[in-house]
């Protein structure tokens, strides 16, 4: 493939060789060039294409009718209100998870970090669901499922075997949550979940909405865990905003240790009360930062529109970023910063003006765009989209090329 007249991140336009799914050379634009497959990249600002770490696809209800909110406060309640009504949609759950991901990827996302809820009442359903869209869209976008104790991996006896099975039938991420607070157990519910990470050799990523000094004892809890496991680079913390909300000395010895052990954080921009996580503190230690939509207009909240490119607004926007430095850092976090996650062989972002996805060997999975620079692009949620996903145009103007 050639896709001419492209501004990588806004500069200056060139024109982008591909072969075998990698850019493989990158030149001045030149207006008489023309090449087999070429894409008109039309003076388009280039990025590398969304990630989505922190998405349920296994509980949308994309594409069908908007229905009152129903949920109760806090993490069960919520689960609860799930329970009650995902299967009493107008189509099967198996529909809406394809329209989510097809949506997803329309819209730029060619990486996604899926949960797959798992307990006794739903059993493998929901896993089957998403797996079953990650596999017609195999060819469109690179998906991993997690295997995921929404309802907590004590409280309901038999989860745990449940969790089993789907790491036996292709679950690559192990899911936890709230250890102290959910389970109440936290050394029991990490025992399961790093013994069958280990066990089946799989990452770890877990949901952490535990509050401040709670939050932060299960945080060392797990770092304990994976240096003792030499699980360095395997491990997710999910949401975990009151670990930037207890002392700073606290949240700085946190930052130092999960740059050390390569725990990565995925955040879904939430608007939360006090002090988050810092992005530019984040990456000057050298922490991998994904970025995710977590629900898609489900049973939790009428959030969610399947487009990342919006919900970098959010991130910039709930961080107070105005600086085009730091807004492009948030588009740096959506793109590439979940890509490293995903794939730890990836060079995490070393600055906040780190601008990656256009060398040389890099996997082409690009997204064009229209604006003026990335901050406008941002700001303007345009709908003139190319996705390249391996090295071949996936959707275009936000609808998937068959």
């Known amino acids: 493939m050639l896709i001419t007249n492209v501004r990588p991140w806004g500069q200056s336009p060139v024109d982008i060789h591909i072969a075998d799914g990698s850019i493989t050379g990158i030149s001045p634009h030149d207006p008489v ?30 594409g069908l009718p908007f229905r009152e909110h129903t949920g109760a406060p806090g993490v069960w309640g919520m689960m609860l209100n799930d329970r009650n009504n995902w ?5 099967p759950l198996s529909t809406t998870v394809a329209l989510t991901l ?3 990827i329309a819209h730029g996302t060619t990486r996604v970090r899926s949960y797959a809820q798992i307990d006794v009442d739903c059993k493998l359903e929901k896993f089957e669901a998403v797996l079953a869209a990650k596999e017609k869209f195999a060819s469109s976008a690179e998906v991993q499922i997690m295997a995921f104790p929404q309802a907590g991996l004590l409280i309901e006896p038999g989860t745990a075997h449940y969790l089993e099975e789907a790491l036996k039938l292709g679950a690559t991420v192990m899911g936890g949550i709230d250890p102290c607070q959910l389970d109440r157990d936290p050394a029991k519910h990490l025992d399961i979940v790093f013994g069958l990470a280990e066990k089946y050799q799989v ?18 809890l797990i770092m304990e865990r994976t240096r003792a496991l030499g699980m360095e680079g395997r491990v997710t913390l999910s949401h975990a905003y009151e670990l930037g909300n207890i002392s700073d000395a606290a949240t700085s010895r946190l930052m130092e240790s999960m740059s050390a052990l390569d725990i990565s954080w995925a955040t879904v921009a939430p608007a939360v009360s006090g002090k988050q996580f810092n992005l530019a503190a984040m990456t000057q230690a050298g922490i991998r930062v994904g970025l995710g939509e977590d629900g898609q207009r ?45 794939d730890r062989s990836l060079s995490r972002l070393a600055s906040t003006a780190d601008r990656p996805g256009f060398r040389v060997g890099d996997r082409a999975d690009l997204v064009l765009l229209a604006g003026e620079t990335v901050t406008s692009t941002v700001m303007d949620l345009g709908n003139d989209r190319t996705v390249i996903h391996d090295g071949r145009v996936v959707a275009e103007g936000l609808q998937l090329v068959t």
Not at 87 to 91: A, G, L, S
Request: aromatic content about 8%; hydrophobic content about 40%.
């Open 87 to 91: 299967r009493k949609p107008e189509v």
């Open 203 to 220: 990452d770890v990523d877990i949901h952490l909405h535990e509050p401040g000094h709670l939050a932060q004892f299960s945080a060392e």
């Open 298 to 342: 489900d049973y939790w909240s009428p959030y969610g529109n399947c487009d990342l490119l919006s919900r970098t607004w959010q991130l910039a926007f709930t961080h107070g970023l105005r600086q085009d430095e730091l807004i492009e850092h948030a588009a740096a976090i959506a793109t590439w910063g979940g890509a490293t996650i995903m």
């Open 33 to 62: 060039l023309t090449g087999s497959g070429e894409v008109d990249g039309r003076g388009r600002l280039g990025l590398p294409a969304f990630s989505d770490v922190h998405v349920h696809l296994d509980s949308t209800r994309m």
């Open 102 to 104: 097809e949506r997803m």
